[in-house]
């Protein structure tokens, strides 16, 4: 082999590239492989990449061994891959009066001389050929192009774009061989990174045309970090250049000026990396230039959603919704409006300055937004005011400063609100796609908003609500204290002289004083205390319950065989839910009658069992009835105190039996889990009460 090939084969510039671009088509035919789903475009297109893949593999083995063999293996796999190209250009074509013998020609080409050395004379023929399919494949890039249509041009430009350029570089080479009877080695070793170069094109069209029966999308955000590198690389490249230049020229000075320069440039680098308004004015050029829509909806649904349903320490609801909305159009700020009894207001801002005005809830202006759900451009309204059907967008909101657009915020056809956001970082025409996004995304931010509003309506509902339950349970309590009273003030006419109605009097007014300084205190601070968890000996309670009610009935008995039975729970708490059942059997027996009470351990259970000889209740009461809230028999009650034990005694892990029937008495039974220290012994009585 000459000395051409031999200065061919230990160039690594060779190596590299064409192993860089062995990388490039093997890449791009995998993802077109996952995305493959059938269709004669497609096939064709994967079987061009994968032979390219081969062409670029042999070509790296060559130029690592100048074997002779893989010079003509190279070559064959070369000339079937441009008859790819040209069949792919064909089928793109469709029914066309371009014969599919142009693919012949890159066969013919491989059967030429091209084989020998590519410094052999005799190869002038095949370089002749591989012009030719230069030439062909321009004019059908050519053909492609000027037969789509307007509408279609926009998807296949990149690919015209990409193979036009590869068939241009072509071009040049092979008309540099047949000229020269030689090939350029530092154009042989270049054409690799030439036509890998014009994959992203190939890849863009790939994507933009669905036709082709390929799955393929360009991610924006890969699109947006490539082009911010190949801008960064050749701005470094640039500034390695002009610093040599100022080393070169700066005489003694040049090594401290190109460091300075050098710095300088950096620190320019760091600072354009770190604006937020170039990074938006390069999104919004890729948009434009590179991608049918403006926006990743996808990308851009999720990052909205995110951004609403997330927990920031420092934003409010409404900030974090202003920010979703401004983020959709590179917006820095925004203030939002939201209606309340007396109009709309602004109720949160984001990098915008406090606004005072307000605007009415039936003015032009909102009853414009909320018949129609315009999104309304400021700038185009200054200009045009006739663009929109409303003459009344109020003065305050025209000269608002930085304001752009008013987006108004609707839930379920009704106007909440409307946004306003300040002008963008990059400028953004405000178009049909626009306008749609924004919308769509007010109406979610709407509907986030109603459901907050919703939820502080009954977060607000639910405390009024726990606020009148206790007041019923306060309310029940009194009506006991006053019975209390007044039973102490009708026996007071009989007994006043007796030292011991006197003795049980002072301990009834006592007990009551007791009480009503809780109720007041429950009332004072809306809550019922926060009593502690406690022992508690049932026995030592229920004697106090039969103290409480000595004025009303004294005959109350008590079984209490162990005095050591005991519960964990709130004292209070389970005193009041004794003394409703021991109030309620008092009321339903005469006084003929009798009223037991009873504490037990039972199977590890601490039983307490109040019983009567009274009216009773039937069987449909005490199951439908009896411990729902208002629900009662006596004629002065309010059906609060068996609520209250039962809901005590769900809380309590307790349980809670009723045996009762007309005219046979009533028999509550609560059980609660016995305190650890009771006993073992204890635990396996079995102690009952006869009703």
């Known amino acids: 082999m000459g000395g051409d090939v031999l200065e061919l084969v230990i160039r690594n510039a060779g190596v590299v590239s064409y192993a860089v671009a062995a990388l490039v088509f093997a ?7 996952l995305g493959w789903r059938g269709g004669r475009k497609a096939s064709i297109l994967l079987a061009s990449l994968l032979a390219s893949f081969v062409w670029a593999g042999m070509s790296v083995g060559f130029a690592l061994t100048a ?3 893989l010079w003509s293996a190279q070559a064959i796999a070369d000339g079937v891959r441009l008859g790819g190209w040209l069949l792919f250009l064909i089928a793109l074509l469709g029914k066309s009066r371009w014969p599919l013998a142009l693919v012949i020609l890159p066969v013919a080409a491989t059967l030429f001389p091209l084989a020998a050395p590519p410094n052999d004379a005799s190869s002038r023929v095949s370089f002749a050929l591989l012009l030719s399919i230069a030439v062909a494949g321009l004019a059908l890039t050519e053909q492609v ?16 774009l990409g193979l036009g350029a590869s068939f241009v570089f072509d071009l040049y080479f092979f008309a ?4 020269f009877g030689r090939l350029d080695p530092d154009v042989w070793a270049a054409r690799a990174i030439a036509h890998a170069l014009v994959i992203p094109c190939v890849a863009l069209a790939t994507a933009r045309n669905k036709s082709w029966t390929l799955d393929i999308g360009v991610s924006r955000g890969v699109v947006l970090h490539s082009t911010a590198l190949l801008a960064c690389g050749v701005y470094l490249l640039a500034i390695a250049g002009a610093g040599y230049y100022v080393r070169y020229f700066g005489g ?5 000026l190109q460091v300075s320069f050098i710095f300088a440039a950096l620190l320019v680098l760091g600072w354009l990396f770190s604006s937020g308004t170039l990074r938006s004015r390069l999104r919004v050029f890729i948009s434009k230039n590179f991608f049918s829509y403006r926006y990743d909806y996808r990308q851009e649904w999720l990052r909205f959603t995110n951004l609403l349903s997330g927990r920031e320490a420092n934003a409010s609801q409404e900030q974090r919704s202003i920010k979703a909305l401004a983020d959709l159009v590179e917006s820095p700020g925004g203030a939002l409006w939201l209606r309340d009894d ?39 309204y200054r200009k045009d005011a006739s663009r929109y059907s409303v003459s009344a967008v109020p003065p305050w909101l025209r000269d608002l400063a930085d304001a752009w657009i008013v987006v108004p915020i609707i839930a379920l056809e009704d106007l909440i609100g409307f946004a306003v956001l300040a002008t963008p970082r990059a400028r953004i025409e405000v178009n049909w796609e626009v306008r749609d996004l924004l919308k769509a995304a007010a109406r979610q931010v709407g509907t986030f908003l109603a459901q907050v509003q919703a939820a502080d309506s009954l977060l607000e509902a639910r405390k009024f609500e726990s606020f009148n339950k206790m007041s019923a349970f ?12 007044s039973l102490l003030l009708k026996n007071a006419e009989r007994h006043r002289h007796n030292p011991r109605f006197q003795e049980d009097m002072f301990a009834t007014v006592k007990h009551v004083e007791e009480r009503m300084n809780k109720l007041l205190q429950q009332l004072s601070t809306g809550s019922r205390g926060e009593e502690k968890l406690r022992p508690i000996q049932l026995a030592t309670l229920v004697n106090r319950v039969i103290a409480s009610k000595k004025a009303e009935r004294a005959d109350i008995t008590l079984d209490a065989p162990d005095s050591r039975v005991a519960t964990i729970g709130h004292e209070q708490r389970l005193e009041r839910v004794v003394g409703h059942l021991v109030q309620n059997a008092i009321d339903a027996t005469r006084e003929s009658g009798d009223v037991r009470i009873a504490v037990s351990a039972e199977g590890g259970e601490a ?64 059980s609660f889990p016995l305190h650890p220290e009771v006993p073992a012994a204890l635990r396996e009585n079995d102690g009952a009460i006869a009703a």
């Not at 890449?27 to 077109?32: D, E, V």
């Not at 009461?621 to 729902?628: A, D, G, S, Y």
Request: overall charge neutral; hydrophobic content about 40%.
């Open 145 to 160: 192009f000027r037969r789509a249509g307007e509408e279609a041009r926009w998807s296949i430009k990149p690919l015209c």
């Open 342 to 380: 007396t109009g709309y207001g602004q109720a949160a801002r984001w990098n915008m300055p406090p606004a005072q005005a307000r605007e009415a809830a039936d003015s032009p202006f909102t009853e414009f937004l909320a018949r129609t759900g315009w999104v309304i451009d400021l700038e185009e």
């Open 176 to 179: 540099d061989a047949v000229l």
């Open 252 to 256: 003694s000075w040049g090594k401290m």
């Open 474 to 485: 306060v309310v029940h309590d009194l009506k006991n204290l006053v019975a209390q009273l």
């Open 27 to 33: 890449g791009f035919a995998a993802q077109l492989a």
């Open 607 to 670: 039983v307490i069992q109040v019983a009567d000889s009274g009216c009773g209740m039937s069987p449909a009461f005490v199951r439908e009835r009896l411990f729902r809230p208002f629900q009662t028999t006596k004629a002065g009650g309010m059906g609060i105190g068996a609520y209250e034990v039962a809901q005590y005694t769900k809380e309590m892990s307790g349980r809670i039996e009723v045996d009762s029937g007309p005219d046979q008495g009533t028999r509550f039974k609560l």
């Open 67 to 69: 074997d002779r063999v």
